[in-house]
T-cell receptor
Framework: AQSVTQLDSQVPVFEEAPVELRCNYS??????LFWYVQYPNQGLQLLLK??????LVKGINGFEAEFNKSQTSFHLRKPSVHISDTAEYFC???????????FGKGTRLHILP | NAGVTQTPKFQVLKTGQSMTLQCAQD?????MSWYRQDPGMGLRLIHY???????DQGEVPNGYNVSRSTTEDFPLRLLSAAPSQTSVYFC???????????FGNGTRLTVT
């Protein structure tokens, strides 16, 4: 069975500062990795995904994430955040064995003016 | 193109009542799933299906049943509602495990 750990439940950051949201996973088989974003009072939408190949993946709205197999991590980064990035961010892992997709508990990103 | 359609949007139940949350998708996706979202708990997988006639349990399946008689529909049944099932429920679909999930707009369920 796979699991996902998002190490920070909330991250405050000043506007235009960089941010990193951390995600670690565990699985006995290969996985696919995703980051989703949920804006206030909305559903979830895909930010980016890692399936294979280059370990650095770029997504929408200037976000990127790096897959690190040895550390079983998939941290999300943005070099300069904006007030519009205020949202909850979810890391998800999909098992290549049974396609089960599991989410982490989420990280709330608070942008400070 | 409607995507993933969930009904109802809101529902209030009394303890012990049963009901079915409906989910339909028009994208011919093989993979469908149900999640519940609770504050501080993220999204927890209830049940999922990789195709018509195939269902499997997720992380929190107790108290819920599903069936997948067609590719398009994946209803979630609450057998005997309990206050612990008060939550926001999301249905999602995808072409497969490597594809991004498409989410419905959610059902906010309150059990009193």
């Amino acid at each position: 069975a796979q699991s996902v750990t998002q190490l920070d439940s909330q991250v405050p950051v000043f506007e235009e500062a960089p941010v990193e949201l951390r995600c670690n996973y565990s699985s006995s088989v290969s996985v696919y990795l995703f980051w989703y974003v949920q804006y206030p009072n909305q559903g979830l939408q895909l930010l980016l995904k890692y399936l294979s190949g280059s370990t650095l993946v770029k997504g929408i709205n200037g976000f990127e994430a790096e897959f690190n197999k040895s550390q079983t991590s998939f941290h999300l980064r943005k070099p300069s955040v904006h007030i519009s990035d205020t949202a909850e961010y979810f890391c998800a892992v999909s098992s290549t064995r049974d396609d089960k997709i599991i989410f982490g508990k989420g990280t709330r990103l608070h942008i400070l003016p | 193109n409607a995507g993933v359609t969930q009904t109802p949007k809101f529902q209030v139940l009394k303890t012990g009542q049963s009901m079915t949350l409906q989910c339909a998708q028009d994208m011919n996706h093989e993979y469908m799933s149900w999640y519940r979202q609770d504050p501080g708990m993220g999204l927890r997988l209830i049940h999922y299906s990789v195709g018509a006639g195939i269902t499997d349990q997720g992380e929190v399946p107790n108290g819920y049943n599903v069936s997948r008689s067609t590719t398009e529909d994946f209803p979630l049944r609450l057998l005997s509602a309990a206050p612990s099932q008060t939550s926001v429920y999301f249905c999602a679909s995808a072409r497969g495990g490597a594809a991004p999930l498409h989410f419905g707009n959610g059902t906010r369920l309150t059990v009193t």
